[in-house]
């Protein structure tokens, strides 16, 4: 089993010049899966509330909730890096909710570091989290558990104004002591401009090819969630379809009786008849 990377060899990685791949599990089975490609680091992102859940959005999500399917990632990758997103509300009230709900994540779900969203206005909490020992990531551009007050799911940082407050919001957020920043939903002319100025790493999410890895979810890349897919994301593989063709498969073959056959099923050299007498 590959050692474990620790927070200080996931940023030595933007000076070494190696790109950063990170995926998003939320079961054991998909980690170690994922684990077993080399996939750098697992992000448990509160995304699960639409692509597993079924919620409209990511403000539901609970910190339980998290932290359950953290743990199954943890256990199904124990080598793995593994980031969990802090839920709506688990950390914007204040800087002592923010730690507690940190140090759960840390100790119930054992995951290596939370994730974060906002700017500036989070800094203060941010620099407290990490000055209590819990490693940070920051995200900034667009905020899915904030969307409504961006005006939904749409590009920000498309005008000089919104590009400048989200530098001084990546800077902001490097001095507090954040490890690594998502890029989510901005123009790749600004992620480069913020990669470059950046001492940590960038992770883009529909931000271009110059951040110092990218991130996706799994369930879009693999084509099985079908609710909608943003037009940045590349679907490697449909596997819904395909999915559909064989449980139908299943279904058909249990009602006319052709499964089980002889291959799937036991026998044995005794007559059982002589139970019923």
Do not use: W
């Not at 490609?37 to 992102?45: E, F, I, K, R, S």
């Not at 204040?94 to 800094?123: F, Q, Y």
């Not at 001095?175 to 480069?192: D, K, M, N, T, Y």
Request: aromatic fraction near 6%; hydrophobic fraction near 45%.
């Amino acid at each position: 089993m590959p050692k474990r990377k620790s927070v200080n060899e996931i940023m030595a990685m933007k000076a070494a010049g190696a790109k950063i791949t990170m995926l998003t599990a939320y079961d054991a089975s998909m980690a170690a899966m994922l684990a077993g490609c080399g996939v750098d680091v697992l992000l448990v992102g509160d995304s699960l509330g639409m692509v597993v859940l079924g919620y409209d959005s990511t403000v539901p999500v609970t910190m339980d909730e998290m932290i359950h399917h953290a743990a199954a990632v943890r256990r199904g990758a124990p080598g793995a890096f593994v980031i969990v997103d802090m839920p709506f509300g688990s950390y914007q009230s204040d800087g002592r909710d923010a730690i507690l709900n940190g140090v759960r994540l840390l100790k119930e779900a054992g995951c290596d570091a939370v994730k974060v969203e906002g700017g500036l206005e989070i800094c203060t909490t941010v620099a407290g989290m990490v000055a209590a020992g819990i490693p940070v990531m920051g995200h900034i551009g667009l905020t899915p558990q904030t969307a409504s007050q961006l005006g939904g799911y749409k590009v920000q940082g498309r005008d000089l104004e919104s590009a400048r407050k989200m530098m001084e919001a990546a800077k902001g957020l490097q001095e507090a002591g954040a490890f690594g920043l998502v890029l989510e939903c901005i123009p790749e002319q600004l992620s480069r401009l913020i990669t470059e100025a950046l001492v940590i790493p960038t992770i883009g999410i529909g931000a271009g090819v110059h951040c110092d890895g990218q991130v996706l979810v799994t369930n879009d890349l693999l084509g099985m969630f079908e609710k909608f897919v943003p037009s940045f994301i590349k679907t490697y593989t449909s596997l819904s379809p395909l999915i559909r063709e064989n449980v139908t498969r299943y279904a058909e073959e249990v009602r006319n009786g052709t499964f089980p056959d002889s291959a799937h099923s036991f026998s044995a050299q005794v007559d059982f008849a002589a139970i019923i007498k």
